[in-house]
């Protein structure tokens, strides 16, 4: 049986990483604060199925333990290893990153060196993002594009993923990246804009009235579905060469494309409850990122299942479901 360790696993990402390994067999440690681990042990976690986390093996070892990380990584001869774990908000001032900025780095640095040191041939998933390509020249953005973030979010995620080649390169890890454009559900935490509207448009519907305040309404992303994108992670590892991928469903929709979905698939005209806010506004929005997902589908068969519209209306169920049983 194949032993994998997921950081951030009570995350969007970790939970249906998590959910997909079990399913294939997989024995599933992660990582997890000690609060997060209190937060599944008395159910706070806005329904988390408490049977998954049963399933797995948990560990309460914050990454900035670099003790605790090599005595865990040490006992276990993990066969894979996915580091989804980070500060990630891309919305924080430049100057308010310090903590992401060092987190994210020195997190991945503990991470990757004591698997060097113990169990070398483990397989290594490193979460890229989008945002590292910053304010790209081209779109949409394949694996060349040069990296230009412009976040403090961006910038730890780079220098993570610098890290990551120079081990797959000098100490010849297998280490895969997946650079993945912005991936929501219901599980979406929800100051994130996908999940923001969805629950506002439940909430409205249900209340009959109410509004929402949002920033830039003409800002657009490549948005596709987590699920889908964890099967990416997945194999990103399996493929039989260590190498970087784009993540993405190559279509572009606004921020009111997302409005329009949601509000019309509960019986509402979106613009009679949305106001914009300037608080709300970003000051980066170059070219939008559109990844071209034609490696990853050409050289490892993935390819987004789920569409735009289909994803906002399961995201506007299942806050429906929620608010309806007083959650
Ligand atoms: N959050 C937020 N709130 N965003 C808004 C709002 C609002 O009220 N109004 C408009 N937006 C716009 C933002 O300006 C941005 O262009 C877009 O909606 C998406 O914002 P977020 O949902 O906050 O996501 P993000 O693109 O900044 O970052 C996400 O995707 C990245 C790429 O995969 C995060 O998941 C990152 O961690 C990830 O790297």
């Known amino acids: 049986m194949k032993k994998a360790l997921i950081t951030g696993i009570t995350g969007q990402d970790g939970f249906y990483l998590a959910e997909y390994l079990l399913g294939l067999g997989y024995e599933v440690h992660g990582l997890a604060r000690q609060t997060g681990l209190e937060h599944i042990k008395s159910n706070l976690l806005q329904d988390v199925p408490p049977e998954l986390y049963q399933r797995c093996h948990l560990h309460a070892v914050n990454l900035d333990n670099f003790p605790g990380l090599y005595r865990l990584i040490s006992r276990t001869p993990f066969d894979e290893c996915y580091h989804l774990a980070a500060s990630s908000f891309v919305g924080e001032r430049l100057a308010d990153g310090y903590q992401t900025i060092q987190n994210n780095i020195a997190s991945t640095h503990y991470l990757l060196a004591a698997i060097q040191e113990f169990h070398p041939g483990c397989r290594f998933y490193f979460a890229g993002t989008s945002e590292m390509f910053g304010r790209p020249g081209h779109t949409p953005q394949s694996e060349d594009e040069p990296f230009m973030p412009r976040s403090a979010y961006g910038i730890s995620k780079l220098a993570g993923y610098h890290l990551v080649r120079n081990y797959r390169e000098s100490h010849g890890m297998f280490c895969g990246v997946g650079i993945l454009y912005n991936h929501e559900s219901p599980r979406r935490r ?22 929402i305040q949002l920033g830039n309404l003409e800002a657009r992303r490549d948005w596709g579905y987590a699920p889908d994108y964890v099967r990416a992670m997945h194999a990103i590892l399996n493929h039989d060469k260590p190498e970087d991928f784009v993540v993405a469903t190559g279509v572009l ?5 997302l409005c329009e979905a949601a509000f019309s698939h509960v019986g509402l005209d979106w613009k009679a409850h949305v106001e914009t806010n300037p608080a709300f506004y970003r000051t980066e929005e170059g070219i939008p990122l559109c990844g071209s997902a034609e490696k990853i589908e050409r050289e490892v068969g993935w390819k987004p299942t789920t569409p735009f519209q289909e994803m ?12 309806s049983a007083g959650r």
């Open 190 to 211: 929800p100051e994130f804009v996908t999940r923001k509207i969805t629950m506002a448009a439940a909430r409205i519907s249900l209340e009959g009235r109410g509004k």
């Open 253 to 257: 929709h606004s921020v009111a494309d």
């Open 312 to 323: 906002v209306h399961r995201m506007v169920d299942a806050d429906l479901a929620r608010l």
